[in-house]
């Protein structure tokens, strides 16, 4: 079960599955999946599937679902894929990552939901 203790409401400045990591949009009121592991990423967009428009909340802090991108070992900090799915955040030597949590447990595999302590942050290979 998941123990989300604070959301913030926003626009969906494009569609965005469900359980899918997201990084402030174009303006202040909009989020969007994120894409990189050096985006803001801020938190995950939970119970719902937004269109493009319309209001989603957005999981900020507690322990939410999330969708990995790959298999994840519980204890990971995780970042985002290409997709806006949770993978283990490794970045190269000298290079910067943007986390949004930690594993509470594994995924065997991308595709999976699992629930992910919310803890922004950065981390650096």
């Known amino acids: 079960m998941s123990n989300v203790m604070l959301f913030k409401n926003a626009v969906a400045g494009a569609a965005i599955p469900v359980f899918t990591l997201v990084k402030p949009g174009a303006d202040d009121a909009s989020v969007v999946p994120a894409a990189a592991s050096t985006d803001a990423i801020i938190g995950a967009v939970q119970e719902v599937s937004p269109a493009l428009g319309e209001r989603v909340d957005v999981a900020l802090a507690g322990i939410a679902y999330v969708t990995a991108g790959a298999a994840i070992v519980r204890g990971a900090l995780l970042t985002s894929d ?15 990552a943007r986390t949004v949590g930690i594993a509470v447990e594994s995924a065997g595999a991308a595709g999976d939901v699992i629930r992910v302590l919310l803890s922004q942050g950065s981390v650096q290979g």
């Open 82 to 96: 290409a997709s806006g799915r949770a993978i283990a955040a490794a970045p190269a030597a000298g290079v910067n």
